[in-house]
């Protein structure tokens, strides 16, 4: 629990204090956001706001973490390193196209396969050391199948082999994690909307993994009258840690991220947070019940894939006005600061939604 603490206090410190000195770093270097033409005119003043913002929140994540266990003196565990690892290798891809596009000086960086080669090679190599490094319980960071709030509850990959079990998993994870990443990019669009969403996602992250850890089938001093509803979580605390410091780092970067927006996270932060959210879904065992903890993100994206399918099958009409769906409310009139705002409470409610059902599973059994 003092790692927990400390780590959030370390990583809001690095987030909230050394953001400007940042912003004057990547303003210096000329990494500044273009904004193309075709989008909303109230963007226009936001060209060259500095960007690649995510750069300083997985710092502050990575600085937290490490930083609260180097001062207690405490083991690093290897879910947590998971979690982290994977939230830098996508954040990497990021930093890719986020360069790509300012050299450019167009709103275009990599390709869109380039970007998805990207996101698969780093999804698999996370999805393999997964389910490959079982301790001394013999649980794997991850459980081998599909899950809704329990080890493989709903399908099992562990009848077919380790090396079934390996593609099974990867390729369930690789859906999983490239989804949830590029969920997050699409909400990343007004000041503040992906980062003050993003927070809720993992605060509910930390309310399951720490009900886990209350819960946990290895305690050394477990609740005996609850035990059959036990949770075969490895490492739930630690989880706990990496949402809370995650959640913090945000809490220092949204300072400077709210409108108007001295920073922008870029896809360097957006790909890296939804590969966190992704990567905890699955540790946490609840993948199945992460569209509804996430449900802005899922809303988010089915608007464009709507706007998308009903542009091609009409010849050329819409939906909304501009897809993600801020951008159409954008349009329509609406201040960005009464639709930042009113997605958060929309994020919010999803997230006590979905961290609701996942505790009603545990009242119910």
């Known amino acids: 629990m003092r790692i927990l603490l400390l780590g959030s206090a370390l990583s809001l410190a690095f987030s909230l204090f050394l953001t400007p000195l940042f912003i004057r770093l990547f303003a210096k270097i000329g990494w500044g956001q273009f904004i193309r033409q075709d ?117 099992s990959f562990a009848s077919w082999g380790y ?12 859906l999983i994690i490239v989804g949830t990443s590029n969920a997050v990019n699409l909400t990343d669009g007004l000041d503040g909307l992906a980062s003050g969403s993003t927070i809720l996602v993992f605060v509910a992250y930390v309310m399951i993994t720490f009900w886990q850890f209350n819960q946990s089938c290895f305690r050394v001093f477990p609740d005996q009258e609850n035990f059959y509803k036990c949770y075969e979580v490895r490492d739930s605390l630690e989880l706990t840690a990496v949402a809370a410091m995650v959640s913090a780092s945000l809490i220092g970067f949204l300072w400077w991220n709210t409108s108007p927006a001295k920073i922008f996270m870029g896809d360097t932060g957006s790909l890296g947070l939804g590969g966190g959210v992704a990567a905890l879904a699955l540790f946490s065992r ?39 769906l801020h951008h159409h409310y954008e349009i329509k009139g609406w201040a960005e600061v009464t639709i930042v705002v009113r997605f958060w409470l929309i994020a919010g409610l999803f997230a006590a939604v979905g961290a609701g059902l996942f505790y009603l599973e545990w009242l119910g059994r």
């Open 39 to 155: 989008g909303p005119k109230t963007h226009y003043v936001k060209r060259g706001t500095p960007t690649m913002g995510g750069i300083v929140i997985l710092l502050a994540v990575v600085f937290g973490y490490f930083g609260a266990h180097l001062i207690e003196q405490a083991p690093v565990t290897l879910s947590a390193v998971l979690v982290i690892g994977l939230m830098v290798g996508l954040g990497f891809v990021g930093f890719l196209d986020d360069y790509a596009k300012i050299r450019a000086q167009q709103s275009l960086g990599l390709t869109p396969r380039g970007k998805l080669i990207g996101q698969i090679v780093v999804s698999v190599l996370f999805a393999v050391a997964a389910v490959s490094f079982a301790d001394t319980n013999g649980q794997t960071p991850a459980a081998p199948g599909i899950s809704l709030v329990r080890n493989a509850d709903v399908i």
């Open 163 to 174: 090396i079934g079990v390996l593609i099974g998993f990867a390729v369930w994870a690789t």
């Open 286 to 324: 609840t993948e199945l019940l992460l569209p509804i903890v996430g449900g802005l993100f899922v809303v988010l994206t089915a608007s464009v894939i709507i706007q998308r399918l009903y542009f091609k099958a009409t010849g050329g009409r819409r939906v909304f006005y501009s897809s993600p």
